[in-house]
Each structure stands twice: as structure tokens, then as C-alpha cells.
């Protein structure tokens, strides 16, 4: 007989062979011959296959490199030898000859094709095991990831099954293994959802299942990645089972991961962040809007400026598409702040100065223009509720006019404030736009955008003066003043409105920026 060479051209004859370890090739070589003949003797066959399979364990390098490649190959030959053989091929995988364990990690997905799904999960996680450990075995890397492809296309089922247990287990010892398992998910399966779990209803509803479980322990990346492939399943598109509002729903469960704890605002504007594509789409909103409203606004000036502009954005994305139910147990909260934040006369006017030289310092007009479009969005669903809370006398319902008169005053006063300083800020624009540099720029873009919001407040606060009072959840044709420019309106004393009030030489807030940068990661629970 001739040298023989592996497939990948290592030549395993020659002078270099030693003991019986020619005798052992040639009687693996022979079963390769034999096994396709029409005439073999399966019983045979199979004696010799198990042969090979015990002659492995302390061969030589060559011995388990030709075994490598044939227990894969015929293995489905012999079902009674399926399991003996599979431990052998793991074993190999983790040879400390880098060929070997080569050729191994390539002959495992063949051996998938057959057995049931707990050998593939198990496979599975031992490709991620050495995409783990790439640093110490980078030889070894590309190889599993190419095996993974291959597994993936024979049995993506049990592949999935190993990568969400591993996403579910948040401890730290663990993230090594989380981030493999999300590169397989966003790098290998998500980008062929159509062709690897259409129209299996059974996968999309055992992945809908487990992603639900894991998105309560998932950080920033997890929880995009894992809701980017819930939005690429069937079940989950228009006319689907579930369809968007489906997506809708999963986030409404997430407000209440984490509730109580220090990280739990940061969580629920990442839901909400989440969500809004949906709502926009057409989902309605039973839970977010109110978690936000009920657990964030009460005790809003306990948390950071960043937190407080981020939940204010968030509410003017989902209020108009709440419940009526939902609007009516909001505007308490809402309401409240609403009041607090209103500019008022004996609060801005200070010793010496006059109304006309009223500023934006002591007020941050751009949480105001918030407020003032989150109550009409709830008014627009539960104009009662606005009316019970407000005193305002709404359409079907009288009011109370001790009750309004108060906000009336404030409002009314926060109105003409802001009608002097647009007129103020009118006058500046047309200097502000001979200076062309860089700088002069950005401050043209803060009078534009603090334009903005002075009459946007000016426009919604005459709504509320109505009688009756008129709501609508349509924002303002203009736009939010926070989607137009980095920073605010400027008052006497060079502040912006997005500080808080009282000055007090606290630092500047950033404006409330739109939903798409106003995302913040959800935490990992028990972190």
C-alpha cells in the first residue's frame, strides 16, 4: 500500500511510523474500503468501527488524526456505537495536538445530523469553550467557527437552546461565555432568521419564550441584539401571531424587573427607549407610560439631571399611545410636576428687578414644554381625569375654578414670559446669523431651538386656558425644541433651561435629546 494522506494532505506513512501504528492505519483504511461495498458485512463492519473507536484513547498523532475524520463519516452506520463514538470525537477536540483536535472539531457536526438534540447542545457549547479560550488557542478559532456554521445549518434548535442558557446565567464568572454566545446569536444566526427558523413556529415560540427570561438579566447589548431577532421572527410581523404589538407587550413586562431598586429608572427608559418604534407602528402601550409616570416623576428631583431630561423625552414619545386607562393614572404625577416647574412671579422676580426683565434662569422651560405636551397627550385619552386632577373644565365636565385658578395664574404667567423672551430672542437671531464660525453656529442653533420651545409652551398653554380645555396627542408641527439643537434657550445670567432650579451654581443640564440617543443600558439584575 501507498503513503496515505489525511484530507487536509498530512502525509501519514512513512518512516516515521512506529510499533503497530501502521497496522492500526491500514485496519482503519480497510473499514473505509469495506464499509462501501455492497456486499459488507454490517455485522462485521461494526466490530471493526469499534475497534477504531477503542484505539483511539492513547494513540498516536496520526491514529486519532485518520479517526478524526472517519467516526464522524459513518458513525450513522452504527447506532449502538453512536454514543462510545461521540465521547471519543469531544475527547479529540480537546487534544493538546492542535492538528487533531482540528480535524475533530470539523467532524462533529456530522455527527449531529443523527443524534438528538442534548449531543448538538452539548457540541455547541463545546465550540463556544474554544471560541472562549481564543487568546490561549487562536489556531483553533477559526476552525470551531467555521464548525459552528455548519451546526447551525444541520441543527439550529439545540444551538439556540445552548446560547440562551448560557444568556440566562448573569453571574460574573460567566461573561467570557455571554459574550461568544451573543456574537454566534448576532453574527451567525440572526442575519439568516428567514432562512434558519422560518416557518418553524415551534423555534419561534421556544425562542419568544426564552428571550422573555432573559432580557430581565441582559445588559445594554444583550437586550438590543435579543429583541433585534424577536423583531425578525414571524410570529412578531404584521398579520403575524403576536405582530408588533406582541413586541409591544414583551417591554410592558419588563417595567417590572428591578422595580424598588437604585437601577430601576435607568431600566425603564431603556424599555421605553426600546418600545417606541413599536408604538409608532401602531402597539399600544398598557404598562410603560405608567411606570415611568407613577415610579420615576414622584420622585423626580432625587434623580440626576440626565435621568430627569431622558424620562420626559420618553413620556412624549409614549403618552400618545397609551390606553385611556393608562393616560388616567398618570396625570397625577404628571401633573404635579408640571406645577412645580411653572414659572411664577413671586419665585422669578427678584428684589429690584422688574416683570419685563423676567429671565429663564429659575425655570427649565424645556421640562415645561414636556410637561405641558404629556398632559395633552393624557388629556387626548382621559380628558376627565385632567379635568378631576386640574380643576379645568374639560369637554363633558365642568370645573372648578378655585381649584384652576391657582395653575391658571402660573400658566398665564409663564405664557407672557415667554412671549417677552421669544421677542427678545427674535432680535438676536438676525446678528447671531452673520457670525459664521463654528461657534456662532451653535449658538444660532440654541436661539433657533430655544425659539422653539418658547412657543411651543406658548401654543400648549393656550390649549389649557380654553374653556373647555383642548387636548391633542399630535406633537407640535414645529417639532420638540430638543431634536433641534444640542443646547437651550439662554436667560439673564448666561444659564440655560435645562438647569435646574434656583442656579445655585449647579452644572448646566444637557437638553433632552430624541429617543435615538437617548437611550441608557438596563442593568443587569443583582449587579
Same mark, same amino acid.
Given at each position: 500500500?501507498?503513503?496515505?494522506?489525511?484530507?487536509?494532505?498530512?502525509?501519514?506513512?512513512?518512516?516515521?511510523?512506529?510499533?503497530?501504528?501502521?497496522?492500526?492505519?491500514?485496519?482503519?483504511?480497510?473499514?473505509?474500503? &469495506?464499509?462501501?461495498?455492497?456486499?459488507?458485512?454490517?455485522?462485521?463492519?461494526?466490530?471493526?468501527?469499534?475497534?477504531?473507536?477503542?484505539?483511539?484513547?492513547?494513540?498516536? %498523532?496520526?491514529?486519532?488524526?485518520?479517526?478524526?475524520?472517519?467516526?464522524?463519516?459513518?458513525?450513522?452506520? *452504527?447506532?449502538?456505537?453512536?454514543?462510545?463514538?461521540?465521547?471519543?470525537?469531544?475527547?479529540?477536540?480537546?487534544?493538546?495536538?492542535?492538528?487533531?483536535?482540528?480535524?475533530?472539531?470539523?467532524?462533529?457536526?456530522?455527527?449531529?445530523?443523527?443524534?438528538?438534540?442534548?449531543?448538538?447542545?452539548?457540541?455547541?457549547?463545546?465550540?463556544?469553550?474554544?471560541?472562549?479560550?481564543?487568546?490561549?488557542?487562536?489556531?483553533?478559532?477559526? =476552525?470551531?467557527?467555521?464548525?459552528?456554521?455548519?451546526?447551525?445549518?444541520?441543527?439550529?434548535?439545540?444551538?439556540?437552546?445552548? =446560547?440562551?442558557?448560557?444568556?440566562?446565567?448573569?453571574?460574573?464568572?460567566?461573561?467570557?461565555?455571554?459574550?461568544?454566545?451573543?456574537?454566534?446569536?448576532?453574527?451567525?444566526?440572526?442575519?439568516?432568521?428567514?432562512?434558519?427558523?422560518?416557518?418553524?413556529?415551534?423555534?419561534?415560540?421556544?425562542?419568544?419564550?426564552? =428571550?422573555?427570561?432573559?432580557?430581565?438579566?441582559?445588559?445594554?447589548?444583550?437586550?438590543?441584539?435579543?429583541?433585534?431577532?424577536?423583531?425578525?421572527?414571524?410570529? *412578531?410581523?404584521?398579520?403575524?401571531?403576536?405582530?408588533?404589538?406582541?413586541?409591544?407587550?414583551?417591554?410592558?413586562?419588563?417595567?417590572?424587573?428591578?422595580?424598588?431598586?437604585?437601577?430601576?429608572?435607568?431600566?425603564?427608559?431603556?424599555?421605553?427607549?426600546?418600545?417606541?418604534?413599536?408604538?409608532?407602528?401602531?402597539?399600544?402601550?398598557?404598562?410603560?407610560?405608567?411606570?415611568?409616570?407613577?415610579?420615576?416623576?414622584?420622585?423626580?428631583?432625587?434623580?440626576?439631571?440626565?435621568?430627569?431630561?431622558?424620562?420626559?423625552?420618553?413620556?412624549?414619545?409614549?403618552?400618545?399611545?397609551?390606553?385611556?386607562?393608562?393616560?388616567?393614572?398618570?396625570?397625577?404625577?404628571?401633573?404635579?410636576?408640571?406645577?412645580?416647574?411653572?414659572?411664577?412671579?413671586?419665585?422669578?422676580?427678584?428684589?429690584?428687578?422688574?416683570?419685563?426683565?423676567?429671565?429663564?434662569?429659575?425655570?427649565?422651560?424645556? *421640562?415645561?414644554?414636556?410637561?405641558?405636551?404629556?398632559?395633552?397627550?393624557?388629556?387626548?385619552?382621559?380628558? &376627565?381625569?385632567?379635568?378631576?386632577?386640574?380643576?379645568?373644565?374639560?369637554?363633558?365636565?365642568?370645573?372648578?375654578?378655585?381649584?384652576?385658578?391657582?395653575?391658571?395664574?402660573?400658566?398665564? *404667567?409663564?405664557?407672557?414670559?415667554?412671549?417677552?423672551?421669544?421677542?427678545?430672542?427674535?432680535?438676536? =437671531?438676525?446678528?447671531?446669523?452673520?457670525?459664521?464660525?463654528?461657534?456662532?453656529?451653535?449658538?444660532?442653533?440654541?436661539?433657533?431651538?430655544?425659539?422653539?420651545?418658547?412657543?411651543?409652551?406658548?401654543?400648549?398653554?393656550?390649549?389649557?386656558?380654553?374653556?373647555?380645555? +383642548?387636548?391633542?396627542?399630535?406633537?407640535?408641527?414645529?417639532?420638540?425644541?430638543? +431634536?433641534?439643537?444640542?443646547?437651550?434657550?439662554?436667560?439673564?445670567?448666561?444659564?440655560?433651561?435645562?438647569?435646574?432650579?434656583?442656579?445655585?451654581?449647579?452644572?448646566?443640564?444637557?437638553?433632552?435629546?430624541?429617543?435615538?440617543?437617548?437611550?441608557?443600558?438596563?442593568?443587569?439584575?443583582? %449587579?
Amino acid at each position: 500500500m501507498t503513503d496515505a494522506t489525511t484530507k487536509g494532505g498530512e502525509k501519514l506513512y512513512g518512516s516515521t511510523l512506529e510499533g503497530n501504528e501502521r497496522e492500526i492505519i491500514d485496519s482503519i483504511y480497510n473499514f473505509t474500503e &469495506k464499509v462501501v461495498a455492497e456486499n459488507a458485512d454490517k455485522a462485521a463492519l461494526e466490530e471493526d468501527f469499534k475497534k477504531i473507536v477503542q484505539t483511539v484513547n492513547g494513540a498516536s %498523532k496520526n491514529v486519532k488524526v485518520l479517526a478524526a475524520q472517519t467516526l464522524p463519516k459513518y458513525a450513522a452506520n *452504527f447506532p449502538d456505537q453512536i454514543s462510545d463514538a461521540s465521547t471519543v470525537m469531544l475527547a479529540l477536540c480537546d487534544d493538546a495536538d492542535d492538528q487533531v483536535a482540528a480535524h475533530a472539531l470539523r467532524g462533529l457536526p456530522n455527527m449531529c445530523k443523527d443524534k438528538d438534540s442534548a449531543f448538538s447542545t452539548k457540541v455547541a457549547g463545546l465550540f463556544l469553550q474554544v471560541m472562549c479560550k481564543c487568546n490561549e488557542k487562536p489556531a483553533r478559532l477559526e =476552525i470551531a467557527t467555521r464548525a459552528m456554521d455548519k451546526l447551525i445549518r444541520t441543527d439550529v434548535e439545540s444551538v439556540l437552546t445552548h =446560547i440562551f442558557t448560557i444568556l440566562e446565567d448573569d453571574d460574573e464568572s460567566n461573561e467570557p461565555a455571554r459574550v461568544a454566545a451573543l456574537n454566534v446569536l448576532t453574527t451567525k444566526i440572526s442575519p439568516q432568521a428567514k432562512e434558519l427558523l422560518h416557518p418553524n413556529e415551534s423555534i419561534e415560540e421556544m425562542i419568544k419564550t426564552r =428571550i422573555e427570561k432573559i432580557l430581565e438579566v441582559a445588559n445594554e447589548t444583550e437586550f438590543s441584539e435579543l429583541l433585534s431577532l424577536l423583531t425578525k421572527l414571524k410570529i *412578531f410581523s404584521r398579520g403575524g401571531k403576536l405582530g408588533v404589538q406582541g413586541l409591544a407587550n414583551i417591554l410592558g413586562d419588563q417595567c417590572g424587573v428591578s422595580q424598588g431598586s437604585p437601577e430601576e429608572p435607568d431600566r425603564l427608559l431603556a424599555v421605553c427607549s426600546e418600545a417606541v418604534p413599536f408604538l409608532k407602528s401602531g402597539a399600544k402601550d398598557e404598562k410603560i407610560t405608567t411606570a415611568i409616570a407613577t415610579r420615576v416623576l414622584p420622585g423626580f428631583s432625587s434623580f440626576s439631571e440626565e435621568v430627569q431630561q431622558k424620562a420626559l423625552v420618553q413620556l412624549c414619545e409614549v403618552a400618545p399611545h397609551c390606553s385611556e386607562e393608562a393616560a388616567a393614572s398618570c396625570v397625577e404625577s404628571v401633573w404635579n410636576l408640571l406645577v412645580q416647574n411653572l414659572a411664577d412671579k413671586a419665585s422669578t422676580a427678584g428684589e429690584g428687578e422688574k416683570e419685563e426683565d423676567i429671565s429663564i434662569a429659575d425655570c427649565t422651560f424645556s *421640562f415645561i414644554e414636556a410637561l405641558l405636551f404629556i398632559v395633552q397627550a393624557l388629556g387626548s385619552k382621559a380628558p &376627565k381625569a385632567v379635568g378631576t386632577t386640574s380643576g379645568l373644565t374639560v369637554t363633558g365636565q365642568e370645573g372648578n375654578a378655585d381649584s384652576a385658578k391657582a395653575f391658571k395664574d402660573k400658566l398665564l *404667567f409663564t405664557h407672557d414670559a415667554c412671549t417677552k423672551i421669544s421677542a427678545k430672542l427674535s432680535g438676536v =437671531i438676525q446678528k447671531a446669523r452673520q457670525d459664521r464660525s463654528t461657534d456662532g453656529q451653535s449658538r444660532l442653533a440654541d436661539v433657533q431651538s430655544g425659539l422653539i420651545c418658547l412657543k411651543n409652551i406658548t401654543g400648549l398653554a393656550r390649549s389649557l386656558m380654553a374653556s373647555p380645555a +383642548s387636548f391633542s396627542a399630535v406633537p407640535p408641527a414645529a417639532g420638540f425644541s430638543w +431634536s433641534k439643537a444640542s443646547s437651550g434657550p439662554k436667560g439673564k445670567g448666561g444659564q440655560k433651561s435645562g438647569q435646574k432650579r434656583g442656579g445655585g451654581g449647579g452644572r448646566p443640564a444637557k437638553r433632552p435629546k430624541p429617543s435615538a440617543t437617548a437611550y441608557a443600558p438596563p442593568a443587569r439584575k443583582g %449587579k
